[in-house]
Structure formats: structure tokens, C-alpha cells
């Protein structure tokens, strides 16, 4: 028995030997801490942490160099380099895009009659392509979904656009349900124009 008695002994100052070498968990804790704040050193020393803005007092005492810059003379920044604005020809071809918000106030129950004789007109552009094919297939995609759409062809700036345009729809509570309709089935949400304008 006093063979026994050893061997547990011994058994029991090794597990405690096991034990007592283990590192803690408030050394694990803080062996966590130093290597975190060592990283945070590094990335913030390299800069790659974000920085806070300037506060705005700062920047208002900053001095301008925009009036230093500028030339003496009229046009002296515009010569052959300049960018050159075509606005007065591409404004026309554009078309106006009525706002959602607008499109949604129309379409609301206390609205005056929409569908009235002196309601708008909207035309929903779901898409426009430069091939031909893309939009004929688009246009065969809308018939599916019961919406009647039509292939216009345009040329802006040189480039041959083919859009594909539903409508004219009357009111724009049609209008609104139509568009629904579309982001329903995974279109994107068409451009709503107001037709006239």
C-alpha cells in the first residue's frame, strides 16, 4: 500500500505542477491588450488609420490661393485646351425626368382627378441600348409582362441610342403602376418623363 500511496502522490504534485504552469486567464488578457495596442501603434504610426477632419475654424483661417491663380485676362484659361460645352445643343434632345416624390403626390387618393381629361401624359423609358438587338429584346421581355413598348431611335453627340419607351400612359397613377410593375420583375426603375414638356 505505501507503493500505492507514492504513486498517487506523485500523481498529484504533477497535475499541480500542469496547472500552476498554464498561463491565467488575466495573462492571456493581458498578453491580448499589449498585442492590440502594439497593432494599433503600428497601423496609426504607417497611417493607416483615418484621421479627423480639419475643424471647421481651421479651415476658415486657411488662406485662399484660388484668387492667386487666376489669369489677368479673361478666356486666358479657355484657349485650345479648354473644355468645350456643347449644352446648347444636347439640352434640347433632353427629356425632363419628373421626381418620385412628384409622381407619388399625384398618384395619392386626395389628388384631383388624374385620369381626367387634363391629366398628364407619361412615357416610361425602360431602357436604352446601342445595339438594336438589345433593345427588341428588351421590348419582347416587356410584351411578356403585358406592357406595350415601342423602340425609338436617336442619335446624341454621334452615337446611335435605341430606347425603349412605354406609353404614352394617362395619369400618373397608371403611370406609378406601371414603373411598379417594372422594379417588380427586376427591371430597373424606369425614367418617368412627362410627355409636352
Known sequence: MAAQRRKKTTARRG????RSGA??????FMAGVIIGAGLFG????RGYLPTRPASPAAVAEAP???????PDEPGGLAGDGGPQYDFFTVLPEMEVVVPEQELSERSSPGATASTGPGAGMYVLQAG?????EDAEQMK?????LGAVAQVQTVTVDDVTWHRVRIGPVQ?????DEMRR???????NPPLVLEAGR
Open 15 to 18: 497535475a499541480r505542477r500542469r
Open 23 to 28: 498561463p491565467s486567464a488575466v495573462a492571456w
Open 42 to 45: 503600428l497601423l496609426f504610426y
Open 64 to 70: 485662399s490661393t484660388a484668387d492667386t491663380t487666376l
Open 128 to 132: 436604352s441600348f446601342r445595339r438594336a
Open 140 to 144: 419582347a421581355r416587356l410584351a411578356l
Open 171 to 175: 395619369g400618373a397613377r397608371r403611370a
Open 181 to 187: 410593375l417594372l422594379v417588380d420583375n427586376g427591371f
